[in-house]
């Protein structure tokens, strides 16, 4: 049974460390008190075996308290563990002096607090054990002084016999410092007969670390007897060993009460210093690349602030086609780029300067010492140079580049918190300017990202409420003049609002992620829409899809594609998936497999927005194409533009040469049309059949197909 008690003046926290406390091992017990005198009345008649105090209360703050526990009949060897803030320095100095054992900062890390709480038992009930063992070995000791030498001899044997099972090191020293006792774990650390150090200066046969102050003690513990001192300290055995001891050293009263010798007890604590370290180092590195983390950032950006007291520099570093690459390659070589990317940012930074990551795909470098904003642009410019050389992955070469958003100290401002803020918002301004860029924050970003933000969380809500809805509109056989297939259209059905317009919004959903789970209900929903209406008997028709970049670059879109099939049961050649220029050219290679993949599942691959991208004959011909969709631009200046005129024939050139079919959108108007049926455009879709409409809406018009009859 451990009892624990615990002081502060809030509720809140009493609460939260009682439960800590009681979750450390089975049998505690807690007594939680909201004041310091009233913790000491209590202590009077009770003999906790562990304290937790908050620093800051009312009456005595954290040092006073504990100096009072010290100096009570109950406190005295205790352990104490004083909650203080992170940059309360001067207050942990105050409170180890007035004899705490240990510190938290605040804000508390349970783990950290469960793990200090535990091995401080653990260490109270040895040092009580070794207490009971030393105040026997001082009864008997002033019991045997009154007796003949002889008994006093044989009783001091043993006493060192019994002191010899202790596991920690004992002694006993005289004023000058020498040895009047060592118990065998002493000997056996120091490599030494017992009896050979004897009378020997014990400090110069341990070497300490706190080898001055531990003289200091020994010197106030005679001049001025106090219970006991406690703290610290490393030491090096005869074979150069390290070891770290909690030392305790306690004075040794003869029968009338002077001070006689000094009864030292180390305890090796090095195994617990591992331990904490360990966790430490956890809770402030990144797992995987083994940097600094947000939280140990934080720290330094506070440290930059308040003790260096210098300009410096937080550059946002955003990894610009990283979720493509993980997504095409899997999260295994997804992990092996962004330790390649975290090997560069170190080399770019220098040993003053501090890289971390901070999310997935983020990093932040803390450049210190500038001398102007010109040191940043030159630094940034730098890293991004080294991330825009190719990367090796699985023996694939790949690009990915980087977006810098960067905020100054102290133009920007002087707190932690809103300089992250900023550079991050300057980042995003980056992305806005195109990518493979930086940006300097600067007042004005603030007008556009709280919209964002909320967008963004808005949009997020949406996909789970299922705020997403599908529109259709019908695509026209020119030829025969009846409806051959529908094209999807994603439409937000946003409450008091209405439907909002994609383009609002799928830009947002491609740059946070988001594009990769609505694609796929998309994908599955349109699928499921044409099998309803097959199921109802009306005539089967091709259904149109759109793919984004970022889902084309998906390594699993082939099955994606091949699972919605086989969920569905709808016939692979009924599907026809629109993928634009751009994300067809993103990567030759990795294009051509995808879309042969497609292709022996049997569904349609056409190009959506044809002519105004990054059009080519080269890729016209090998990608296995079904479909060239003409963008709107040249059909809205159709038979008033002799340029786009000749760009629309030039096109249906090539689509008839080439065996591939001609689709034309945005057709508005009886001209368009009648000019597209004589250049031989196999088909068409516009307002001038019909506006995209809900899925109801749209069977009405397969169960009356002649009202679209041309």
């Known amino acids: 049974m451990a009892l624990v008690l615990i002081v502060d003046d809030r ?28 913790a000491l009345t209590w202590l009077e008649s009770n003999d906790p075996d562990l304290i937790v105090t908050d620093y800051r209360m009312p009456e005595l703050d954290g040092a006073a308290f504990t100096q009072h526990v010290r100096n009570s009949i109950n406190g005295t060897d205790v352990p104490i563990i004083v909650i203080t803030a992170y940059d309360d320095r001067t207050f942990r100095l105050r409170a180890l002096e007035a004899g705490a054992t240990d510190f938290i900062s ?48 044989s009783s001091q044997e043993a006493l060192a016999q019994v002191i010899d099972t ?39 046969v341990l070497i300490s670390n706190k ?32 070891r770290m001891f909690l030392t305790t050293k306690t004075p040794m009263r003869d029968t009338s009460g002077s001070v006689t010798s000094i009864l030292t007890t180390s305890i090796d604590i090095t195994e617990r210093k591992q331990a904490e370290a360990v966790l430490r180092h956890i809770a402030y590195h990144d797992p995987l690349t083994d940097l600094p983390n947000r939280r140990m950032l934080h720290e330094r950006v506070q440290f930059e602030l308040t003790v260096r007291k210098e300009p410096f520099a937080l550059h946002l570093v955003d990894l610009d086609r990283f979720k493509s690459v993980n997504d095409a390659f899997g999260h295994s070589s997804g992990d092996r780029l962004l330790l390649q ?57 790949i690009v990915i580049g980087c977006t810098i958003g960067i905020a100054l100290c102290p133009n920007d401002d002087a707190d932690a918190e809103k300089l992250l803020k900023f550079a991050d918002l300057a980042m995003y301004r980056a992305k806005a300017a195109g990518r493979n860029t930086f940006r300097f924050y600067s007042p004005e970003m603030n007008a556009t990202a709280q919209p964002n933000l909320i967008l963004e969380t808005d949009l997020r809500k949406a996909v789970s409420r299922e705020q997403l809805v599908l529109h259709y509109q019908p695509q026209i056989d020119l030829r025969t003049g ?4 529908a094209e999807a259209l994603l439409r937000w059905s946003k409450p008091g609002v209405g439907l909002v317009s994609p383009a609002v919004f799928l830009p947002l959903a491609e740059e946070s992620g988001l594009i990769v789970e609505i694609g796929a209900w998309v994908l599955g929903e349109a699928c499921s829409q044409a099998m309803v209406w097959r199921e109802r008997g009306l005539p089967p028709m091709r259904i149109a899809v759109n793919l984004s970049p970022v889902q084309f670059l998906r390594q699993d879109l082939v099955q994606l594609v091949a699972d919605t099939l086989a969920k569905t049961g709808l016939e692979p050649d009924q599907l026809e998936l629109e993928l634009t220029e751009s994300s067809l050219l993103d990567d030759i290679g990795r294009t051509t497999e995808t879309l ?51 760009i629309v024939r030039a096109i249906s050139g090539l689509a008839g040469s080439l065996g591939v079919k001609m689709i034309a959108e ?9 000019w597209l049926k004589a250049i031989g455009c196999h088909e068409a879709q516009g307002y001038l059949f019909s506006r995209p409409v809900p899925a109801k809406d749209f069977e009405d018009l397969l169960k009356a197909p002649g009202i679209l009859t041309i």
């Open 341 to 397: 990317v975290t090997s560069r940012l170190i080399e770019a930074a220098t040993e003053k300067n501090m890289v971390a990551r901070i999310s997935g795909d983020e990093f932040i470098i803390l450049q210190s010492s500038i001398d102007g904003s010109h040191s940043a642009e030159a630094f940034a410019q730098d890293v991004i140079a080294r991330l825009s050389t190719p990367f090796i992955i699985d023996g694939h070469e």
């Open 666 to 674: 945005g057709v508005e108007t009886p001209q368009q049309l009648e």
């Open 482 to 485: 009846q409806m051959v297939g």
């Open 11 to 38: 509720s809140t926290n009493r609460n939260i460390f009682s439960r800590l406390a009681l979750s450390i091992e089975e049998g505690i017990t807690v007594k939680a008190l909201s004041r310091p005198v009233e």
């Open 106 to 153: 605040s804000p508390v890390d349970h783990c950290e607090f469960v793990t200090r709480a535990r091995n401080l038992l653990k260490l109270s009930r040895h040092q009580r054990y070794i207490k009971d063992r030393a105040i026997l070995l001082e009864q008997e000791l002033r019991r045997k002084e009154r007796s003949h030498e002889e008994l006093i001899r």
């Open 596 to 646: 042969n993949r497609l292709k022996k599942l049997g569904v349609k691959v056409s190009v959506d927005d044809f002519g105004i991208g990054y059009s080519s004959l080269t890729y016209v011909k090998n990608f296995p194409v079904d479909r060239l969709k003409i963008d709107r631009s040249f059909i809205s200046s159709l038979t008033t533009n002799s340029r786009d005129d000749a």
């Open 166 to 204: 202790i596991p920690a090191m004992v002694s006993a020293t005289d004023r000058e410092g020498r040895a009047i006792f060592v118990n065998a774990h002493y000997a056996s650390f120091a490599d030494a007969d017992p009896t050979s150090l004897l009378g020997q200066k014990l400090a110069d």
């Open 211 to 242: 080898r001055d102050y531990a003289d200091k003690v020994d010197q106030a513990l005679f001049e001025k007897p106090r219970a006991q001192v406690a703290f610290e300290e490393d030491l090096v055995d005869q074979s150069g060993t390290r």
